[in-house]
């Protein structure tokens, strides 16, 4: 090459090859391979693009390039492999610099994970506009190549489809972003509740894409998801993990059609990506799930790459994870479990449990029942029994007095190891214990029942107005009545509360409008000025939301006699 193109801000390599092949005047388009690459034998590659060696080294005499930096700063490696084990990311760049042509996105998992990339080269209409303006000529942008990327991160603006396939037939060709093929055939629109989501993913990207973070080993992020689970109630410092409450809360928090979209869809039964990830084990999943979790947990991504999240850094967070998950299994294995209980009162396997169980040297129960330790006595006449019936016996009016509301045979499901233990050495006691609660009848008189729910949600709506916004929805008006695991199933039976829900539930926009009239009025009793950025901090709402709300919020402030500075802010917004 006597010549190569300077790529531009964010220009994807296959973008610059692209330009180049323009200006190089070769007449067949295989020359071109020649010239980049000193061979025809390899194909144009969007994403992770190989023979990088070659290309630095057929690039004119003191250009500044240097493999490295081209797969950091110029292809979609930094996202792809971000989450990637340090051994493994280095076998990828080496691929990239030297190997074949598809062995970056074998090792990424790309090829045999459930993942589909894009079909599409994809763009932005601003950024297109503003390409041509600035440089002269548009260019495909990494962070819109990006799977899963639905905005521009800069424009908050849907990115389109161009009409070229990315794997189309002949790939010894490079395919250059033109006003041909970038072309808006319908408008995208998509729903409020979705945006929001779509714009932290591509400003995660973005992130991704431009910081060299470095590569951790799976258990770091584990062990950095563990903390802030236990630290948000989902997980117990044993390493259990409520599953069902976190798919429940994680699908609320995205909603399943968000999910469907960014291929992570969360089954409602069994095995699931989100269990998988934060159970133990080194399995690497899709990047962009990575940031999908953390966002829910709201770790920021530069602490969840550089900071130990939970306990005191004295001691190692897997290592006391560990510990106490050994403990706990000792505990459970003095109740005469099954492997099969353990296990799953450890979320974990049958497998995992008999391995430690063997690598720890403890001798269950049941191996020593009738036999070894407790050979001239009885277990029930040991002292450990005696201590271990006060505990039990504690733990269980601890459970009752948490549930008041809950028959026994309800709460045994919070602690079935407990329960068993109760039941086989302590029943007389248990059964005094007990509680038996009036079971609703099997004809349930709904408009009694309606009616009474009518007032109560009323109630709850009331409290959820004042105060600091809450969003008003089914689900958080049925979680308040601690009811919400039926009431939207049961709307249709309960038709006063539904037209009433109906009539005062909220959508994402109206509710981040609430929280700026609340934000206004709660600045004014205070006394602070009005300016955007009070406004925006005090209400909790995004700054680059503002302008989906522009409108609503130039009346209320208008109907405030509010400063003009201000509006105008909001229209550059
Ligand atoms: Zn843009």
């Not at 459930?114 to 495909?140: A, H, R, V």
């Not at 509710?511 to 009239?517: L, P, T």
Request: with cysteine.
């Amino acid at each position: 090459m006597n010549f190569f193109p300077t790529p531009y801000p964010d220009e994807v390599l296959y973008s610059t090859l692209g330009r180049y092949c323009i200006r190089s005047g070769n007449v067949r388009e295989i020359h071109n391979f020649e010239d980049l690459f000193g061979t025809k034998n390899c194909i144009a590659s969007l994403e992770l693009p190989s023979k990088l060696n070659n290309l630095v080294e057929n690039m004119p005499v003191n250009s500044p390039y240097t493999a490295d930096g081209l797969i950091y700063n110029n292809t979609l490696f930094p996202f792809y492999a971000s989450f990637t084990p340090p051994d493994r990311a280095e076998k990828i760049i080496e691929s990239m610099r030297s190997g074949r042509g598809g062995d970056a996105y074998i090792r990424l998992g790309l090829v045999s994970n459930s993942i589909t990339l894009n079909q599409y080269f994809k763009f932005c209409p601003e950024c297109f506009k503003e390409d041509i303006e600035i440089y002269g000529e548009p260019y495909w942008h990494r962070i819109h190549q990006i799977t899963g990327v639905f905005m521009c991160p800069k424009h908050k603006t849907p990115i389109y489809n161009s009409n070229q396939l990315i794997k189309a037939g002949n790939r010894q060709r490079f395919i250059n972003a033109s006003e041909e093929n970038c072309i808006i055939e319908k408008e995208i629109e998509y729903p409020d509740e979705n945006i929001e989501k779509m714009i932290w993913m591509a400003e995660d990207a973005e992130v991704l894409l431009n910081n060299r973070f470095g590569f951790k080993e799976q258990e770091w992020f584990k062990s950095q998801f563990r903390a802030k689970l236990i630290e948000k109630g989902y997980a117990r410092m044993n390493n259990f993990v409520h599953q069902k409450t976190l798919r429940r809360d994680f699908i609320d928090f995205y909603s399943e059609g968000y999910l469907e979209l960014v291929q992570s869809p969360i089954k409602d039964k069994g095995q699931n990506w989100l269990s998988s990830m934060v159970r133990n084990n080194s399995r690497i999943t899709f990047a962009l799930r990575y940031l999908l979790l953390a966002r829910f947990l709201e770790i920021p991504l530069y602490t969840l790459f550089n900071e130990k999240i939970g306990f005191s850094s004295k001691e190692n967070n897997i290592d006391s994870y560990q510990k106490l998950w050994e403990e706990r299994l000792i505990e459970l294995c003095q109740l005469d479990l099954s492997i099969r209980d353990i296990a799953s009162a450890l979320d974990s396997t049958p497998k995992t449990v008999r391995k430690a169980i063997d690598d720890l040297g403890i001798k269950p129960f049941w191996k020593y029942n009738g036999g070894g330790k407790y050979i001239n006595k009885k277990y029930t006449a040991t002292n450990e029994f005696r201590t271990k019936r006060k505990e039990s016996r504690e733990k269980w009016i601890e459970l009752l007095a948490k549930y008041p509301d809950k028959s026994s045979n309800q709460i045994k499901g919070y602690n079935q190891a407990l329960y068993r233990w109760l039941t086989k050495y302590d029943i007389e006691w248990l059964r005094q214990h007990s509680r038996t609660i009036q079971t609703t009848p099997t004809t349930v008189d709904w408009d009694k029942r309606d009616r009474e729910i009518l007032t109560k949600v009323k109630e709850v709506v009331k409290g959820m107005r004042e105060g600091k916004p809450e969003r008003i929805t089914w689900t958080t008006i049925g979680s308040k009545l601690g009811i919400s695991g039926w009431l939207s199933k049961r709307k249709d039976r309960l038709p006063l509360t539904r037209e009433y829900i109906e009539s005062v539930r909220e959508n994402l926009k109206e509710f981040q409008i609430r929280k700026i009239r609340w934000a206004i009025s709660k600045l004014e009793g205070e006394g602070r000025e009005i300016t955007f950025w009070n406004v925006v901090e005090t209400a909790g709402v995004k700054p680059s939301y503002m302008k989906y709300i522009s409108e609503e919020v130039h009346e209320i402030l208008f109907k405030k006699g509010c400063n003009y500075s201000f509006l105008s802010i909001l229209d550059n917004k």
